[in-house]
DNA sequence: ATGAAAGCGCTAACAC
DNA sequence: GTGTTAGCGCTTTCAT
């Protein structure tokens, strides 16, 4: 691998000249500067991040820390990220925290470690005070997905008592009275406030909560399918059921077709996040828009403008959810109510 | 931010010391490690992973170019080497080529620079001529998703042709003959292979290839639904078609069901990919399963075992896609015979 | 078992 | 406009 080094004496000049025609930083005359880049072309010259980030103290690099690299949520997110970041010549360190303390203050560590500039923050496990202690460590993060009244200003959330909800508000005004509903992992922030919004909706129109139709699952289909079987079986069948998210609808559709009713004819089904298929899905689902690209751009826009200086600087940071009215929501029959 | 050089101050040592614990290299006597952990701990020491990088001319990390962040397939590839890789201590450095040339090369070019120890390499763009010179250019580095037989050892792949083969030869067993196609971008390998594959089962059954019958979308679902807009437009609709991808599939099955059709009743679909999703949609896609988990993982193993020595030698190169058979095909019905 | 010292490849003053 | 030089924080011989 060529160092600078090699160019400089390749070229017959020294080695802040070479590094200067590299960062374009100072004037170079042209004809040394086209000398220098025959050199570097002909040594197949290749900069030394590694070394430039020593030097420089900088890295030109933001982390981020996503729960789960798999599944089609946190991509989008990311991809959001990205997308900007790259534009503005900053390179994206991905790692994943698995959902759990251990591994996302190892996330953590490790991209400070590498010297990022700025770190994006999607955690669940780490506690607040964690997050707050960070924020008087003199590095500099934004949290997605989580908000933290203390460091407010850093993060970039969804409401998702206010999407829990206008999910089940929007069952109500259907005529639904008994309404299920399938939870995410309640130790989870975002699942515990979705489902505190669903409590809201049923209190403020004067429906009794009854513990034994909310079944917690984990965002995974297979427990929307779980989930849902548990209320077919417990001799009356609720009238609509209201996901934490998507794929736990489309896990609990299985299982309400499975018993031969339909939906939304039988049952209404609403979801959360809006992911990609549900646009697709038979039937479409109607679901509670979650503006994932949008906060991976927010993200990005916050790091951009506060630590490298560029960019517009967003001041939305909590966004409001939205009910995406699709095919999955019937009114109550008369006859059921 | 402290520096080993602090560290070794207050505990009294030599920086060399300070290295050897945290490298755990060579012996150091129980006591010094105590007082050299103790003042770690007391200045909140984090070793600088730049610096160590240079120093020892290894980067622990392994890059990844994706053609795209979002989506649930390349994600899922990503997590499959994630996790075997954070079992080895080893790091990921995602970057996105976003299918065109000059990204791609740019992703490749900055890992390299980030001094990635080898590179697990998804491309669309850049040609087998790029790839056969890094190879000998003294890069290390495994192909994922392409066959170049020149550097064959290099890559992992499923077998796309017998892919898009299986797939139209079940829709064929199943009575189908007027079977269309709709296709991915033909620029890409694996497009254009399934696209062969299919082509060699009609011949192989003896059915006349019809041009018409073939639809270039672009893998993403709204592409599905255009493509198979123009075959019910066209006078005749297919009783049986098959999608280079499950996105597409569901672009299809959506303008299939507007028109008031019923799937597999009136027209059989069959997909490529078996995303996730397709376990749970309504009716479950029958599709041609594409091992993205076990992909990525082999990935990972090859450089594990080929660049850090350890972890298995995975001898599979080439895996063998199946039909996972599910609910969208039913034999042709006689009347249409 | 521990220390001294020479780099790793580059940037950033500071001279000229 | 260009060169000199002192680091950046660490690893790694080589001594001791």
Same mark, same amino acid.
């Given at each position: 691998?060529?160092?600078?080094?090699?160019?400089?004496e390749?070229a017959?000049?020294?080695?802040?000249?070479?590094?200067?025609?590299?960062n374009?930083t100072?004037?170079?005359?042209?004809?040394?500067r086209?000398?220098?880049?025959?050199?570097?072309?002909k040594?197949g010259y290749?900069?030394n991040?590694?070394?430039?980030s020593?030097?420089?103290?900088?890295?030109?690099t933001?982390?981020?820390?996503?729960p789960?690299?798999?599944?089609?949520?946190?991509?989008?997110m990311?991809?959001?990220?990205?997308?900007?970041?790259?534009?503005?010549k900053?390179?994206?360190?991905?790692?994943a925290?698995?959902?759990?303390?251990?591994?996302?203050?190892?996330?953590?560590?490790?991209?400070?470690?590498?010297?990022?500039?700025?770190?994006?923050l999607?955690?669940?496990?780490?506690?607040?005070?964690?997050?707050?202690?960070?924020?008087?460590?003199?590095?500099?993060?934004v949290?997605?997905?989580?908000y933290?009244p203390?460091?407010?200003?850093?993060?970039?959330?969804?409401?998702?008592?206010?999407?829990?909800y206008?999910?089940?508000?929007?069952?109500?005004?259907?005529?639904?009275?008994?309404?299920?509903?399938?939870?995410?992992s309640l130790?989870?922030?975002?699942?515990a406030?979705?489902?505190a919004g669903?409590?809201?909706?049923?209190?403020?129109?004067? !429906? /009794?909560?009854?513990?034994?139709? =909310?079944?917690?699952? %984990?965002?995974?289909? &297979?427990?929307g399918?779980?989930?849902? *079987? @548990?209320?077919?079986?417990?001799?009356?069948?609720?009238?609509?059921?209201?996901?934490?998210?998507?794929?736990?609808?489309?896990g609990?559709a299985?299982?309400?077709?499975?018993?031969?009713?339909s !939906? /939304?004819?039988?049952?209404?089904? =609403?979801?959360?996040? %809006?992911?990609?298929? &549900?646009?697709?899905s038979h039937?479409? *689902? @109607?679901?509670v828009d979650y503006?994932?690209?949008?906060?991976?751009?927010?993200?990005?826009?916050?790091?951009?403008?506060?630590?490298?200086?560029?960019?517009?600087?967003?001041?939305?940071?909590?966004?409001?959810?939205?009910?995406?009215?699709r095919?999955?929501?019937?009114?109550?029959? &008369?006859?059921?109510?």
């Amino acid at each position: 691998m060529a160092t600078i080094k090699q160019v400089s004496e390749l070229a017959g000049v020294s080695l802040a000249t070479v590094s200067r025609v590299i960062n374009d930083t100072d004037q170079v005359k042209p004809a040394t500067r086209a000398k220098v880049e025959d050199a570097m072309k002909k040594l197949g010259y290749r900069p030394n991040f590694i070394a430039q980030s020593l030097a420089s103290n900088k890295s030109n690099t933001v982390g981020y820390v996503v729960p789960e690299l798999h599944g089609s949520f946190f991509g989008d997110m990311l991809s959001g990220s990205e997308r900007l970041l790259k534009k503005a010549k900053k390179h994206l360190f991905i790692a994943a925290g698995h959902s759990n303390e251990e591994d996302e203050i190892k996330a953590i560590e490790s991209l400070l470690g590498r010297r990022c500039d700025a770190l994006i923050l999607h955690l669940e496990a780490v506690s607040n005070d964690y997050l707050i202690e960070l924020s008087k460590d003199n590095v500099d993060f934004v949290v997605v997905n989580r908000y933290i009244p203390e460091i407010a200003d850093r993060c970039i959330s969804l409401d998702n008592v206010k999407g829990g909800y206008i999910a089940t508000k929007t069952l109500i005004r259907y005529g639904h009275r008994d309404i299920a509903y399938i939870s995410g992992s309640l130790w989870k922030s975002d699942a515990a406030d979705r489902l505190a919004g669903h409590k809201q909706a049923l209190q403020d129109a004067n !429906i /009794p909560y009854n513990r034994l139709r =909310v079944f917690e699952g %984990n965002f995974q289909a &297979s427990s929307g399918y779980e989930g849902m *079987l @548990s209320f077919l079986n417990s001799g009356q069948a609720p009238t609509a059921v209201a996901c934490a998210n998507d794929e736990m609808a489309y896990g609990a559709a299985d299982a309400i077709r499975e018993r031969g009713l339909s !939906i /939304p004819d039988d049952i209404s089904l =609403v979801g959360f996040d %809006n992911i990609e298929f &549900s646009r697709f899905s038979h039937p479409k *689902l @109607s679901t509670v828009d979650y503006p994932t690209r949008a906060i991976g751009e927010t993200a990005a826009n916050w790091i951009l403008s506060r630590i490298y200086g560029q960019g517009p600087f967003d001041a939305t940071h909590i966004f409001m959810p939205e009910l995406i009215s699709r095919d999955s929501i019937a009114m109550l029959k &008369s006859d059921k109510a």
